[in-house]
């Protein structure tokens, strides 16, 4: 396939030199992401999604697909495969099924059932790519995705859960032929031996040996219309980030033993996404001795009056979240008030998500309630800090509530409105500073929507004689803008040597001494980052051995 007759003919043309220069062939374009994207400079959220739907597409088998160079040596009728051999692997599936499809095509006429059909298939492709899912199948009224494969990563589980509220959305909001319609899916996480083809030209297919799609394909059928059901590993590796309505053990046709299962809800309002994710007891913290007597310094110098900024940098893992809750443990005992924002990849292009997830978390907002009761809890949080009616305003339609006669529309501009916006927040956190300290934690900021960014530059510039420490953690990729600022200090996190690896994996594992030789492995496989040791407690967790370190 030639990249930039594909670009040119999705009107998209003016893309070709960033694909060149970065090396974007029929190999790997298929395997793009949103983040791969916003880093090849597509600003464009129309453009985005325009790429990530023609993307789907190409992994869906939807339009002729790239023909990229062999990897594997076996062949079928001449062809080399484009994917490399069986391998035994973690994996996360999906199965997808449209509610009510029989009785649908016993009163359409054939043309309009394939336009229902073809319309449920675009919607789950385009969620399913988004998050980087790969369509394995499509059959009939069934859809089966992995997450996991050809390329996995420890999110497989959450982009999986996200693209199955995605995708139940936007087949519920479709209407094709003048037909509502709703999907149901299952979920299930397991090991599996994935990446023989089976059949021939259009029949041929990516297979998958091993308990888990068949799990996947039960849990569907136990779920209600609109909804995605989960499975107990599927459970554990998404932690908070989800609300979740336990559904028990299941017995499921075809399969020994119960299985564990989860309706998901929704997202879930969480303050950190590390807290969420490690709902358990933390890994103790190895080799950050002096990065966080640094931070309890700054943070003493913020008390007096000194504002501060604290830039945390380091590769994935490495140990910016746990050394962020360490300095939250050690001033939990002090008077202050602790403001945290999480990014995340999945909202980059949403404006001022962090922000915005953290107010309704304060306000108390629960899914589900009227307008009325978020207003009334608005009030309880922001009159006290001397909130007038036009920042209440600003702030509930920033949060999405919609302010009726109460809080009318201000007629402003759109820049207008945002400046006034960010005043009042500013104005708010001066009161609450002016009450009590305050550490403000603004966590991977890399994955920052730009009017966040924007928001702290302003409060950073603003810190000089306020009681606040700001502590922002990114990947070394972010270009933060404020190294170099007064009262601005960056700490820029290296890999554990061997000897605390050896330590931290020790302690890791309480109550029994790891053997020389598995310690040596663990040491030499996790190249000294740390979130690789809590997989051993994992594996311990399980009834077995450590799982094994990537």
Request: hydrophobic content about 45%; charged content about 25%.
């Amino acid at each position: 396939m030639d990249i930039s007759a594909w670009l040119r003919d999705l009107g998209l043309g003016q893309y070709e030199q960033a694909f060149r220069e970065n090396d974007i062939d029929a190999e790997v374009v298929a395997d793009l992401t949103a983040d791969d994207l916003s880093g090849l400079g597509i600003t464009s959220i129309g453009h985005r999604r325009k790429l990530l739907a023609a993307i789907a597409a190409l992994r869906a088998g939807l339009v002729p697909a790239p023909s990229p160079p062999a990897v594997a040596s076996t062949a079928v009728s001449g062809t080399a495969l484009p994917f490399p051999e069986a391998e035994r692997r973690q994996l996360t599936v999906m199965f997808v099924d449209l509610v009510g499809s029989t009785a649908l095509a016993s009163r359409l006429d054939p043309e309009d059932m394939r336009e229902v059909i073809g319309s449920y298939h675009r919607c789950v492709a385009e969620a399913v790519g988004r998050l980087g899912g790969f369509v394995a199948k499509y059959m009939g009224d069934g859809v089966l995705v992995y997450f996991g494969w050809p390329h996995g990563d420890e999110t497989d589980a959450e982009r999986a859960v996200r693209a199955a509220l995605a995708a139940l959305q936007a087949v519920g909001q479709a209407a094709p032929a003048g037909e509502r319609l709703a999907a149901r899916i299952g979920i299930a996480t397991g090991l599996a031996v994935v990446g023989d083809l089976l059949g021939t030209g259009a029949a041929q297919e990516q297979t998958v040996i091993g308990e888990t799609p068949n799990i996947a394909a039960r849990l569907q059928s136990r779920a209600t219309p609109g909804c995605a059901v989960i499975d107990a590993e599927t459970r554990r590796r998404i932690g908070g980030l989800f609300e979740c309505r336990e559904l028990g053990a299941l017995n499921l046709k075809g399969l020994s033993g119960r299985v564990g299962a989860w309706q998901v809800l929704g997202e879930a309002a969480v303050q950190s996404r590390f807290e969420a994710m490690h709902t358990a007891s933390l890994a103790p913290l190895v080799g950050r001795d002096d990065e966080l007597d640094l931070l309890l310094r700054r943070w003493r110098h913020a008390k007096d009056g000194e504002g501060q900024v604290v830039l945390i940098s380091d590769e994935p893992g490495i140990g910016k979240s746990r050394l962020i809750a360490a300095l939250e443990e050690r001033v939990a005992g002090e008077a202050h008030l602790k403001l945290k924002y999480f990014c995340s990849p999945h909202h980059h292009d949403s404006a001022l998500q962090p922000i915005i997830a953290r107010w309704r978390n304060e306000a108390g907002f629960v899914r589900g309630e009227p307008a009325d009761v978020r207003l009334d809890k608005l009030e309880a949080l922001l009159r006290p800090l001397g909130a007038t009616a036009e920042e209440l305003t600003l702030i509930a339609e920033m949060l999405g509530v919609p302010g009726g006669e109460r809080y009318p529309p201000l007629a402003l501009s759109p820049e207008r409105k945002k400046e006034q916006t960010f005043r009042a927040l500013q104005r708010i956190l001066d009161e609450k500073a002016r009450r009590s300290p305050v550490l403000m934690l603004f966590e991977d900021a890399h994955w920052a929507d730009p009017s966040s960014l924007e928001l702290f530059d302003r409060l950073i510039m603003r810190l000089a004689s306020l009681p606040v420490l700001v502590v922002i953690s990114f990947r070394p990729e972010f270009q933060a803008p404020w190294v170099g600022q007064s009262g601005v200090i960056l700490i820029a996190l290296s890999r554990l040597s061997d000897r605390q690896a050896a330590m931290l994996a020790s302690q890791v594992v309480v109550g029994q001494a790891l053997p020389i030789g598995m310690l040596e492995r663990i040491v030499a496989e996790t190249d000294g980052v740390a979130s690789f040791h809590r997989r051993i407690d994992q594996g311990r967790a399980r009834g077995g051995q450590p799982a094994r370190c990537p």
